[in-house]
């Protein structure tokens, strides 16, 4: 069975209908600018802003004006550095046991749309999502272990057409990472326990295969 086969069987299933058009793959590369925190115990916190290049990947099917299927999501950042709320940033030392850098965000999420006039499509999107950066593990800039969160993920956006095969994309991001999939943990073996949250909004080109 192919992967085409797999998916268009799938979606029967949950729509219960095959009154809709298949239109294949799509994939798309975007930048974004997002505002992240990282919370222990919810009383400590760091905070971060930066730019980031990304890859969406997804499979769209229609049903009158509605569209909708899976879609992979990655960011993938630059230069990242978190700061406390005095405003010192981890590279001096960091006063809790939180996130210090983020190196990329995958999502997985199903996407639901609908087209408006003049090829303009509002859209949302929900699912989960992962986080691998490193947290503080003491209070010296090099005191730092790999981390991963993982939650949920949600957007809204608009998208144009451009031509039959191409489309310019926009959408507001909320990512919150409260579970802990790899804690980062201190050579005594202290595993520290940050959550991070994100409101992302990113540009993206889509193109149609």
């Not at 979606?11 to 222990?40: E, K, M, R, W």
């Not at 004006?65 to 960091?94: H, K, M, V, W």
């Not at 999107?125 to 939650?151: E, L, N």
Request: charged residues 15%; negative net charge.
């Amino acid at each position: 069975m192919t992967i085409k086969t797999l998916i268009l069987s799938t979606s029967i299933l949950v729509s219960g209908s095959v009154a809709y058009a298949d239109t294949g793959f799509y994939l798309g590369g975007n930048i974004s600018y997002s505002d992240a925190s990282s919370t222990f115990r919810s009383i400590y916190e760091s905070t971060e802003n930066t730019a980031a290049i990304g890859l969406t990947f997804g499979y769209r099917f229609e049903k009158g004006t509605a569209f909708f299927g899976p879609e992979a999501d990655i960011d993938l950042f630059l230069n990242s550095d978190f700061e406390d709320s005095s405003g010192i940033p981890c590279t001096i030392s960091a006063s809790a046991p939180y996130y210090c850098e983020r190196d990329a965000t995958i999502r997985l999420r199903g996407v639901y749309g609908q087209s408006l006039n003049n090829g303009l499509e509002w859209f949302g999107t929900a699912g989960i999502g992962f986080m691998t950066g490193k947290g503080a593990v003491g209070p010296g800039p090099a005191s730092r272990d790999r981390g991963v969160s993982s939650g949920v993920t949600v957007s809204l956006g608009l998208q144009k057409a451009l031509s039959e095969r191409t489309m310019l994309r926009g959408e507001i991001i909320y990512d919150d990472f409260s579970h802990s999939v790899t804690k980062p943990t201190a050579p005594s073996g202290f595993a520290a326990d940050p959550s991070y949250q994100a409101t992302t909004f990113k540009i993206g080109y889509i193109l149609k295969f």
